[in-house]
């Protein structure tokens, strides 16, 4: 599986770290298929409602210029999941 993004990862946004923004997808979809963002779309849609997915791609034209505190924190939360899912 990779770790398919419906707003491409790199965009400078906040979205790089939603993790509403992050799903499996199979290497077919994600690599062949650019994403395969018609299913995808639907998929968000049917998940987390028309209106999240129109605030996600809005936030994604809104560069974030992360703070080190910001990007530390970040840090800081993923290593306790990693820890809580081990």
Not at 50 to 76: A, C, G, N, P, Q
């Amino acid at each position: 599986m990779h770790a398919g993004h419906f707003i491409p990862h790199g965009s400078y946004s906040d979205t790089d770290y939603d993790e509403k923004n992050l799903h499996c997808q199979c290497n077919k979809c994600n690599t062949y298929l650019g994403g395969n963002l018609t299913e995808y779309t639907v998929r968000m849609i049917d998940k987390y409602g028309r209106d999240y997915v129109d605030e996600l791609r809005r936030r994604s034209h809104l560069t974030k210029k992360w703070t080190k505190e910001e990007l530390k924190s970040l840090i800081e939360y993923y290593k306790e999941k990693l820890d809580d899912d081990f």
